[in-house]
T-cell receptor, first 114, second 112 residues
Framework: DADVTQTPRNRITKTGKRIMLECSQT?????MYWYRQDPGLGLRLIYY???????NKGEISDGYSVSRQAQAKFSLSLESAIPNQTALYFC?????????????FGEGSRLTVL | GDSVTQMEGPVTLSEEAFLTINCTYT??????LFWYVQYPGEGLQLLLK?????DKGSNKGFEATYRKETTSFHLEKGSVQVSDSAVYFC???????????FGTGTSLTVIP
């Protein structure tokens, strides 16, 4: 089983619908992240969380919200989806307290907003 | 602020050709530098990393050297294989490890 699991892996929805992408991890990491990948733009940070009570906006948080339900779970919501939110979304984790830590990624959730 | 600039693609090479993907960075302090690889239909996985100047990261025949004087971390491989076809991302994190910054990715296709 993957250490970082994202659900759903693929989702097609319509403009205006509320969508939730879920992420769970078994690595025991405190830090969790949501990124968005678009062709030619690389990965952009949406939100990140360093522990259950800590939520921080990334560079492109508008139109998104998150919830850290437990150390192992971090969900991303689109309250009212729009077509330019069509993208590949990645959840990632990292080990706390290490200056030279790395990110561990899930397999991605492909979202299409019609 | 911190940022990463990497060579735009796509790059197409014949099998056994030499690969270089350029990456330069802007950062305060002493960042850690990474190369991640994304195979088709998969998430990103760490390929190699270097945590201080002059360090060389290596894995699966790929190498990159942390050059502080040129603020670069170019990825190289002497002989690419079809299985190396993927998207490669250069990334950095400041020495606090709080945030990671990614380049735009370089798509590599290796043809037999």
């Amino acid at each position: 089983d993957a250490d970082v699991t994202q659900t759903p892996r693929n989702r097609i929805t319509k403009t205006g619908k509320r969508i939730m992408l879920e992420c769970s991890q078994t690595k025991g990491h405190d830090r969790m992240y949501w990124y968005r990948q678009d062709p030619g733009l690389g990965l952009r940070l949406i939100y990140y969380s360093f522990d259950v009570k800590d939520i921080n906006k990334g560079e492109i948080s508008d139109g998104y919200s998150v919830s850290r339900q437990a150390q192992a779970k971090f969900s991303l919501s689109l309250e009212s989806a729009i077509p330019n939110q069509t993208a590949l979304y990645f959840c990632a984790t990292s080990h706390p307290g290490l200056a030279h830590t790395e990110l561990f990624f899930g397999e991605g959730s492909r979202l299409t907003v019609l | 602020g911190d940022s990463v600039t990497q060579m735009e693609g796509p790059v197409t090479l014949s099998e056994e050709a030499f690969l270089t993907i350029n990456c330069t960075y802007t950062a305060t302090g002493y960042p850690s530098l990474f190369w991640y690889v994304q195979y088709p239909g998969e998430g990103l996985q760490l390929l190699l990393k270097a945590t201080k100047a002059d360090d060389k990261g290596s894995n699966k025949g790929f190498e990159a050297t942390y050059r502080k004087e040129t603020t670069s971390f170019h990825l190289e491989k002497g002989s690419v294989q079809v299985s190396d076809s993927a998207v490669y991302f250069c990334a950095l994190t400041a020495n606090t490890g709080n945030q990671f910054y990614f380049g735009t990715g370089t798509s590599l296709t290796v043809i037999p």
